[in-house]
């Protein structure tokens, strides 16, 4: 399984902006995805997960009621829209997939096996 990660950008504050994950080698149907990201000097956090089978859903503090995360198995592909941005929202977005199935712990860094290389985001006036 392999990820890509697209769609990031500048943008100002306040702006939107959607990030895609689109799979190949494999179907991500049943797959958990996560959405994470990197500000520089700061630790990896998730943003938000989405999980392959009971469809659980998490939102980190920092990003509810901003961000969507919803999939499209027919694209085989997995969003993350960001409405609302913030400076703070500057950072390297991954996706990231474990599965077939449900991890234990929703947008745990260590729960998931796959990860993308990233793409840039920058909230910037």
């Known amino acids: 399984l392999q990820l890509v990660e697209s769609g990031g950008g500048l943008v100002q504050p306040g702006g939107s902006l959607r990030l895609s994950c689109t799979a190949s080698?494999?179907?991500?149907?049943?797959?958990?995805i996560g959405w994470f990201r990197q500000a520089p000097g700061k630790e990896r956090e998730g943003a938000s997960c989405?999980?392959?089978?009971?469809?659980?859903?998490y939102y980190g503090d920092a990003v509810k009621g901003r961000f969507t995360i919803s999939r499209d198995n027919a694209k085989n592909t997995v969003y993350l829209q960001m409405n609302s941005l913030k400076p703070e929202d500057t950072a390297v977005y991954y996706c990231?997939?474990?599965?077939?199935?449900?991890?234990?712990?929703?947008?745990?860094?260590?729960?998931?096996?796959?990860w993308g290389q990233g793409t840039q985001v920058t909230v910037s006036s």
């Open positions: 990231a997939a474990w599965g077939p199935g449900d991890v234990q712990n929703l947008c745990i860094i260590w729960e998931y096996d796959y």
């Open positions: 080698g494999a179907s991500l149907d049943n797959y958990s």
């Open positions: 989405i999980n392959g089978r009971d469809g659980k859903i």
